[in-house]
Structures are given as C-alpha cells and as structure tokens.
C-alpha cells in the first residue's frame, strides 16, 4: 500500500486499472490494480501483451482520447499471448474517491495476509526480511539486541523483546515461526513453545542435522509429543549446499508460501518434519 501512496503523490495525474472480470485462464486474478502515469507505473496486472495494451490504453485516456473505461481482452494469439482465458479491464481516473478508494481497498487486503515471525535479526534474519517484504506476508523480526546487522524493510515490524519466547503466544493462528536467533538455547525455548501450539501453519528453525537431534532430545524431556515434533521443519531452506543467507532466504520464502497456500487451503500434509 506505501507504494502505491507515494506513487499516486507524485504522479497525481494517473489512471487506475483493475482486473474487474476474468474468464478461463489469465496472468493475475480479478481485483489486480496497477496504476499508470504518462511516463510511470506502479503494480502489475500479469505483465505481457495485456499490461501493454492497458497501459498504452490508460496513458491515450490521460491524454484526453475518446475511449472506453472498460477493455475486454481475449488473451489469445492476436494479442501474443496464449493464456486462453479473457480479462475485462477497468479504467479509473484519479481523483480524491477513487484513490482513498483503492488506498482502502489494498489496505484491508494487507491485514488479511497471514502473519511471519522471524526470530533473531542476524544476517539470515535480516535476509529473509528482505525477502519476504514484497510478498503477501505480515513480517515481523523479534529480537533481543537493539543494533541489527542491517536496515529492515519498511513493510517489516521490528519487535524488541527481552523473552522471545514469550511472543509466540501473542501469534495469530496460522501465523509461521522461523527461527534463527544467534543462542542454540534460546532457539530451543522459542521452538518447544511454538511445538506446543497446534494452530501454527509452519515452525521452521536453522540448524544442522546435529542441531534437529539435539532439540529433538530436548523436546521429548521437554514432554512433546511426536505429533507436535512432526510440525518442525528443520533445517530450513534445505536442498542446495549453498548457505548464503540470500539463498538460505529465498528457500524459505518458497517453504513459506507453499506451506501457508496449502494451510489456507486446508491441505497441509500432516507430516512436515524434515531429516
């Protein structure tokens, strides 16, 4: 939402185009906005032959051209494109309504999305947060140390807490934990209480395979459960011998929307322990 606001504050004299309707298979789904100024856009309605042909119709109605508000493209090979489906386009100039109006709109939109908590700010944390910034999430970063290794994000919520711990109860259901904090220890306090919740769609943590059996001991003195144990991904961002935090936080970004879609979609596998 901060991105469309500053853009609409600086190129005030912009047209408005949404996804109104959609039939068969198209690039992005109904309620898709981008906004276009005469030399700018912010957003995106699935890109290609129909983002140009929205913005070229947006920009000759800035320039006072008799044209139609509403487009309805067949995304076929006479445009390029071969999606096979057809989008209807909407056209609004902007003025104080339709701009409160979509302000509005994509705020509310941003409160429904599910809710990631990074534990700890360190180098992988901070690159996560990174990641994560520009993706329908809520990310917040706990940590404990006031001096971060780098600059968050302005979409990310930094929390400083002297018992990280103790904030996975203030969680959302469905919210994910990642946790990756700079003390073994307090990753284990963090990870037993986020273990005890059933409502979470995904507790991941870094580490090792040394790491998992060592919690793993930990837990069950600790009274969990297998069950509860099967909820833990760990290691995260697993797969690829690269361990940079940039690919580290991209790894988990893709375990994070495909855990989260399928949570939503009331298709989460039972079993999402890794080995």
């Known amino acids: 939402m901060a991105t469309f606001r500053r853009f609409l504050e600086d190129h005030p004299a912009s047209f408005i185009v949404t996804v109104a309707e959609i039939r068969g298979s198209t690039p992005r789904e109904e309620g898709a906005v981008m906004a276009v100024s005469a030399n700018r856009t912010c957003g995106t309605i699935g890109g290609g032959q129909l983002e140009y042909i929205a913005i070229d119709h947006a920009r000759r109605l800035l320039k006072g ?7 309805d493209i067949a995304l ?3 445009i390029g494109q071969c999606c096979g489906g057809r989008a209807v386009l909407a056209f609004e100039i902007t003025d104080d309504g339709t701009v409160e109006s979509l302000l509005t709109s994509l705020a509310e939109k941003a409160a429904s999305y599910p809710s990631v908590y990074i534990f700890g700010g360190g180098h992988v944390g901070a690159a996560l947060a990174a990641a994560l910034a520009p993706l329908p999430f809520k990310t917040s970063v706990i940590e404990t140390r006031p001096d971060m290794d780098g600059p968050l994000p302005e979409t990310v919520e930094l929390r400083l807490s002297p018992m990280p711990e103790a904030e996975v109860a203030r969680m959302p259901a469905g919210s994910a934990a990642v946790i ?3 003390d073994h220890a307090l990753d284990f306090l963090i990870a037993t209480e986020a273990l ?7 507790c991941g943590m870094i580490g090792s395979k040394t790491k998992r059996a060592t919690f793993f001991n ?3 003195r600790e009274g969990l459960s297998e ?3 099967s909820r833990l991904t760990m290691p995260i961002g697993a797969g690829v011998a690269d361990k940079r935090p940039a690919v580290i936080a991209a790894l988990v970004a893709s375990e994070l929307i495909h855990v989260i879609s399928a949570a939503k979609a009331g298709t989460l596998p039972a079993e999402r322990a890794k080995t």
């Open 196 to 202: 005890k919740r059933d409502d979470l769609a995904y």
């Open 218 to 220: 930990h837990a069950r």
């Open 180 to 182: 990756l904090t700079h």
């Open 227 to 229: 069950t509860a144990l």
């Open 65 to 71: 051209h008799d044209a139609p508000l509403r487009l």
């Open 76 to 78: 076929g090979p006479e």
